[in-house]
């Protein structure tokens, strides 16, 4: 069974920078497509990036957040730049096999596997 384990949630100032960490156990993280959700208090959850053999993101969120993963590590990473207070969430890991395509469209949903989340929070 696939588990997810995300780290590194912290409170920082607005123009800071944050590290997210998601380490997968269980399965052989290459194997999967993996993203990056939040959901603000009050809010839905969103999208905020994802990445197989390319990698997408939010509007809100390009330009100032990468996605990277290490495959021999088991690990995916969020690096958030320039961070502001509406970034402020619980920041979600998910996983899933790409059984049709990978695009810009589907890499926002059908996700099977969640970590617990991590808080971030972004003062101003």
């Known amino acids: 069974q696939v588990q997810l384990v995300e780290t590194g949630g912290d409170l920082v100032q607005a123009g800071g920078s944050l590290s997210l960490s998601c380490i997968m156990s269980?399965?052989?993280?290459?194997?999967?497509?993996m993203g990056w959700f939040r959901q603000a208090p009050g809010k839905e959850r969103e999208f905020v990036a994802g990445i197989n053999w390319s990698s997408y993101y939010a509007d809100a969120v390009k330009g100032r957040f990468i996605i990277s993963r290490v495959n021999a590590e088991n690990t995916v990473y969020l690096q958030m730049n320039s961070l502001k207070p509406e970034d402020t969430a619980v920041y979600y890991c998910?996983?899933?096999?790409?059984?049709?395509?990978?695009?810009?469209?589907?890499?926002?949903?059908?996700?099977?596997?969640w970590g617990q989340g991590t808080q971030v929070t972004v003062s101003s």
């Open positions: 998910a996983a899933k096999i790409v059984r049709t395509s990978w695009d810009e469209r589907t890499s926002r949903y059908g996700y099977d596997y």
């Open positions: 269980g399965r052989t993280l290459s194997t999967y497509a």
